[in-house]
């Protein structure tokens, strides 16, 4: 069994924020690209139901955690909701009318529910390998922040906030559902982890990408673009500029090494500057 656990300085701190989403019904939000607009609206579209999912994996473990985890637990619980809260407001921008929100909100409780009827441990094990997507993603948009500019420098201030804080957060409670997973397996022997969670992550890998660039080019086509023109945009997107997912392979196959723990890539020094952005006494000025 790995002794790796979260840092004991790192702290999960629920920050009730709302957002002014009026940008967003301005047509393409994101920078004004229809992409960009339509891939974040796909991973948008997404979080609801993929995060409650998150809550309740964890939720059914509580019994088998103590100390700072189950705390850990509880504010991971919190963000998450909140998370789902928000980005419900902005899926509620999309134009339903014109888009097929409800065919795409559909596919994702359709996905949503084979993870439930699998099980808790079933919900857990596909969130660690989620929640490890989402801090990915989550390093490229402070990268994105701090260097390139290149994503949301002409987004709405409070639009460009809202995914900000989201991929924070993501940052942060990164590990929760991880140290959760290595806790719920500690009697295992240390290869059957392993390959489990080896093979989960091959599965959801293919699976998340694949679904995530179908609903965005559902979305470009309600745009007016044509399939492959759809599909060769959301690839080039996701994978070459600004490569959403494929910037952050080095992380992904940190995964799998033997021993590995959230933390092992350890950017709390990076993550200071967003966290001083959204301080108690900035979420309660807001």
Request: aromatic share 12%; net charge negative.
């Amino acid at each position: 069994m790995t002794n790796k656990r979260t840092p004991e300085d790192v702290t999960i701190l629920p920050r009730d924020l709302h957002f002014d989403m009026s940008a967003a019904d301005n047509g393409p939000w994101l920078d004004g690209d229809p992409v960009a607009t339509a891939v974040f609206n796909a991973l948008s579209l997404t979080f609801p139901d993929g995060e409650r999912m998150f809550m309740d994996s964890v939720k059914a473990y509580r019994n088998e955690v103590s100390g700072k985890l189950a705390q850990d637990v509880k504010d991971f619980v919190t963000q998450e909701a909140i998370h789902s809260r928000e980005h419900h407001l902005l899926n509620n921008k999309i134009d339903r009318q014109k888009y097929p929100v409800h065919e795409i909100e559909a596919a994702i409780r359709e996905k949503v529910a084979f993870s439930r009827d699998g099980g808790p441990f079933r919900m857990l094990i596909g969130t660690i390998c989620l929640e490890h997507f989402t801090a990915m993603m989550a390093d490229l948009m402070m990268e994105m922040h701090t260097d390139y500019g290149r994503l949301f420098s002409k987004t709405d201030p409070a639009l460009e906030r809202l995914w900000r804080w989201h991929a924070m957060e993501e940052t942060e409670h990164k590990a929760v559902a991880y140290d959760v997973f290595l806790e719920v397996t500690k009697d295992w022997p240390p290869f059957k982890r392993y390959f489990r969670r080896s093979l989960s992550m091959l599965i959801i890998t293919g699976h998340f990408t694949h679904n995530i660039a179908g609903y965005a080019v559902k979305l470009l086509e309600a745009d007016g673009y044509e399939t492959k023109e759809a599909q060769r945009a959301v690839n080039a997107f996701l994978w070459k500029k600004p490569s959403l997912f494929g910037k952050g392979w080095k992380i992904w196959l940190s995964w799998f090494k033997p021993g590995f723990h959230p933390w092992d890539h350890d950017n709390r020094a990076e993550m200071a500057a967003w966290k001083e952005d959204f301080n108690p006494a900035q979420v309660a000025a807001e």
